[in-house]
Nanobody
């Protein structure tokens, strides 16, 4: 089992910044990909950004140039630096990890609310 603990959400004004953190613990081995998804009210959960254990990254078009994902492999922690936040970034942000070994295992955090006021 793997546990994900998120922190860093909150309320921020338009144009502001927030940094999300997610620490993973448990059986983590081999190649894995950590990332952030978000879900706004009435909308489907969508990928925001992801980073593999080798450092390769993937971003949603809507956040490119504003958000930066990074990770500390020694701490099994992933970060999401969010700059120039907009009201449309308001959502619950979920941390996710996919572990690829003999099987693929997927785990989610409990979610953290990010609210951007206009």
């Amino acid at each position: 089992q793997v546990q994900l603990v998120e922190s860093g959400g909150g309320l921020v004004q338009f144009g502001g910044s927030l940094r999300l953190s997610c620490a993973a613990s448990g059986r983590i081995f081999g190649y894995n990909e950590m990332g952030w998804y978000r879900q706004a009210p009435g909308k489907q959960r969508e990928l925001v950004a992801a980073i593999g254990s080798g450092g390769n990254t993937n971003y949603a078009d809507s956040v490119k140039g504003r958000f930066t994902i990074s990770r500390d492999n020694a701490k099994n922690t992933v970060y999401l630096q969010m700059n120039v936040l907009k009201p449309e970034d308001t959502a619950v942000y979920y941390c996710h990890i996919k572990i690829v070994s003999a099987i693929v295992a997927s785990y989610w955090g409990q979610g953290t609310q990010v609210t951007v006021s206009s």
